[in-house]
């Protein structure tokens, strides 16, 4: 569609009336005797008529578009506020078009977001209400056989006690889990940066998570244990719970007499530290998934297996505050494997 300037529409009004105004002067008898005469007040009559017109465009398309541009102007496209400035040569019909079109996107791509937005939300909600059901219920039922007599039975009272206490510390570590997600995202949680060998935190681990492993008949396992220290600067106590968290999960999902095995890799200024299991997997379609929180591949099973279902989202907040990458790759029957990066200490 061709597109039309005020200089061009300024023209072609000028033109039409510059056209009527000699034919007007030719048909007058005295103008037939003086043709300069009717030249020079041709070209006096359109230069001027054409900065009349164009003054006059100008004023009309700033007082009707311009309450339109300053609307969508104070909505940005770009986050900041722009002024308009219309000028005898500007283009302003496609400018601001083009204004509208940028800013008619921007509004729907923020739609879709602040939708995506409130249906995490009704999913978070939803989930941290079902994992909190399970153990207030637990405890309801617990407290109520007590009530009804079971305090004075030596054989239940301990027991429902010891399972009350159990369903209440499961509540305790939701919470507590979730303010961790919390502080992370905010910034509030600040990284206590120091420098110490990575592979001595790992053996530390192993040696934490053994038992669970002994349980499973898991093989805990470097796959090339580094002669001399590995040294990197991060958060030791947050980067112990990264590497609990990845190595307790790849004992509880593998298979008897599976194996969970670390690795180092050496990238000039960072370390690249490799978690990979011989376990269950995880479906290629549920892996973009795996770091929200509360996400299970199997929820029958992964509470079997205990946690509160926010210990991978935890790593993932834990490894981007120390603006880091975690990385994971599965396959089903055959084991997953994380990545993550930590600086190396200079």
Do not use: C
Not at 16 to 22: C, G, H, R, S, Y
Not at 94 to 104: K, L, N
Not at 181 to 206: A, Q
């Amino acid at each position: 569609m061709k597109t039309y300037t005020s200089k061009r529409l300024a023209f072609y009004i000028t033109g039409i009336l510059t056209l009527i105004m000699v034919f007007f002067m030719l048909v007058n008898f005295y103008a037939s005797h003086n043709l300069i005469l009717v030249l020079i007040s041709t070209l006096l009559f359109h230069g001027i008529s054409y900065l009349v017109v164009l003054y006059l465009l100008n004023r009309f398309i700033a007082d009707k578009i311009k309450p339109v541009y300053k609307t969508i102007r104070d909505l940005p496209v770009s986050g900041k506020k722009l002024d308009m400035k219309i000028t005898s040569d500007a283009n302003v019909l496609t400018h601001v078009r083009q204004e509208v079109e940028d800013w008619a996107k921007t509004q729907t791509a923020e739609i879709e977001r602040l939708k995506d937005l409130e249906r995490y939300r009704k999913e978070f909600v939803g989930n941290v209400s079902h994992e909190l059901k399970t153990p207030i219920f637990n405890i309801q039922g617990y407290i109520l056989t007590l009530l009804e007599g079971g305090i004075d039975d030596p054989k239940i009272n301990k027991l429902y006690l010891q399972r009350t206490e159990k369903s209440i510390d499961r509540m305790i570590s939701i919470v507590e889990d979730l303010e961790s997600i919390t502080k992370l995202e905010s910034g509030e949680m600040r990284m206590n940066m120091e420098k110490f060998d990575i592979v001595k935190l790992v053996e530390d681990v192993f040696d934490m998570e053994q038992m669970l492993a002994n349980e499973r008949k898991v093989m805990l396992e470097f796959v090339q244990k580094p002669e001399r220290p590995v040294m990197v600067n991060a958060d030791k106590k947050r980067i112990t719970e990264v590497v609990s968290n990845l190595v307790n999960n790849g004992i509880k999902y593998n298979k008897k007499k599976g194996t969970v095995h670390v690795s180092f890799y050496d990238f000039e200024d960072h370390i690249l530290v490799e978690v990979a299991d011989s376990g269950i997997g995880i479906d290629k379609k549920d892996l973009p998934r795996v770091f929200e929180r509360f996400f299970r591949v199997d929820k029958s099973r992964s509470r079997e297996q205990g946690g509160t279902g926010l210990g991978l989202s935890i790593v993932k907040h834990i490894i981007e505050a120390h603006d880091q990458t975690i990385n994971v790759k599965s396959k089903v029957d055959e084991g997953t494997t994380f990545t993550f990066t930590l600086e190396k200490a200079r």
